[in-house]
């Protein structure tokens, strides 16, 4: 296990890749909005977009025993509420989920239904979200939640108001009878993932971690239930320099990601490109298509990667035989390309075309979720019935390290 770049996160079990400590750093010794606004200002990538001005003061409804005594390092829980400085109140309504790092919520700002994502004060992983955010806001990607707010509040919990989404890819999948999607969903989501992924390339960022549960569909309310958004930057990296040159790889780095859709060359420790955002984007497919990987119950990192590799040699027929023609090709495209290669998104997305118009997809059609109930309840859209302890079960949870 590579020690030297990685770090420890207060408090929680995971442990998270160097190139994000310094955030960590900043957070805890600066407030939030001065951790993103520096990193926005190291980046040098556009203009300095405008910045909030923060350090939320105490508008949590509890109180405060002793002023002088330091801020309790927490989370919120459902019920509370905190004040920005233009007198705007969030309540944490309910649960949307939990991750690695923090609970996200449901709230209401100016009679829109938002998302808050928060984390631990001391976890500092959100200043890297904001930035990536406002980077790719900056850029108008369509993919990507609003940045409405963002603070600290007192040192106990950072926040971060972004759009509403609904249930995510791997949930709506796992909900589905046959737990996969129709070859018209799974294109349609193809094109807009890959748009996505492409957008965060083009500023300047790698995500690491392309997975279906860090996809989801807007919601109707928004009319944006028929756009896939990318969210969760915590394993986002930058492959450009300040001066826009290309990062050398780093060699060997030790594991990032996630087991069931990691790339062959994160199985190998070494250090990732933009080609691996997109062969996990593969995967990612195939899934979607079959309705399962041949490595689904696979435990045993190294024995997912040995299966990764075996589908381009020995299990190659098997495996593309549930699959349009067309994905070997994209395969072959992924495989050839070298760590600093950029993409042809061009041509892949070429490539999920031409599979809709062989197989007579018609243009105008809805996503595999859009029930009667759904389209008349964006609760159903946006309450999950699948836990986020099982979803991280079954794809082998977000596995920054090796230690994991
Ligand atoms: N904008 C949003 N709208 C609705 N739900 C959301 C939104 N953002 C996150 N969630 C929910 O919260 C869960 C955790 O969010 P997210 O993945 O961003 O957190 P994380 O701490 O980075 O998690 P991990 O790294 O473990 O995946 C998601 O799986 C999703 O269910």
């Not at 989801?216 to 944006?224: D, N």
Request: proline share 4%; hydrophobic share 35%.
């Amino acid at each position: 296990m590579d020690q030297s770049d990685m770090v420890m996160i207060p408090n929680t079990p995971t442990l998270v890749a160097e190139e994000n400590v310094h955030h960590k750093r900043y957070a805890s010794t600066k407030n939030l909005a001065q951790a993103a606004q520096e990193s926005v200002a190291l980046d040098q990538i556009g203009a300095p977009a405008p910045m909030p001005s923060r350090q939320r003061g105490p508008a949590i409804k509890e109180p405060r025993k002793n002023e002088s005594s330091p801020s309790k390092d927490r989370l919120p829980e459902v019920g509370e509420y905190f004040d920005n400085d233009k007198g705007d109140r969030f309540i944490f309504r309910q649960k949307l989920g939990d991750g690695a790092m923090g609970h996200v919520f449901l709230s209401v700002h100016g009679g829109r239904t938002v998302a808050i994502k928060t984390e631990k004060h001391s976890t500092g992983m959100l200043p890297m979200e904001i930035k990536v955010l406002m980077m790719v806001k900056r850029n108008k990607g369509k993919h990507f939640c609003d940045l409405i707010d963002y603070g600290a509040l007192r040192r106990e919990y950072n926040y971060m108001v972004i759009s509403l989404l609904g249930k995510d890819l791997y949930r709506l999948r796992a909900e589905m009878p046959t737990r996969s999607f129709s070859l018209n969903t799974t294109t349609k989501i193809a094109l807009e993932t890959l748009e996505a992924i492409e957008d965060l390339h083009s500023v300047g960022y790698l995500s690491r971690d392309v997975k279906p549960s860090n996809f989801a569909p807007g919601i109707r309310e928004q009319g944006q239930h028929k756009t896939i958004f990318m969210f969760d930057f915590g394993l986002a990296k930058k492959f450009l320099d300040r001066d826009n040159r290309k990062i050398k790889s780093r060699g060997e780095v030790g594991w990032r990601g996630t087991v069931r859709y990691g790339s062959l060359q994160a199985h190998k420790r070494q250090d990732l490109g933009r080609r691996d955002d997109i062969e996990c984007w593969f995967y990612m497919l195939v899934e979607m298509i079959v309705g399962e990987l041949p490595w689904r119950h696979m435990t045993d990192r190294q024995v997912v990667g040995q299966t990764k590799a075996a589908i381009r040699k020995e299990t190659r027929e098997r495996f593309f035989s549930r699959l349009p023609r067309q994905f070997e090709t994209i395969m072959g495209m992924i495989d050839g390309y070298s760590f600093d290669i950029r993409p042809e998104y061009k041509h892949l997305k070429a490539l999920i075309q031409e599979i809709r118009s062989e197989y007579q997809i018609p243009e105008r059609c809805t996503w595999d979720w859009q029930t009667e109930e759904s389209e008349h309840s964006e609760l159903t859209e946006t309450t999950s019935v699948m836990s986020d302890m099982a979803i991280m079960a079954e794809q082998g949870a977000t596995n920054y390290t090796d230690q994991q």
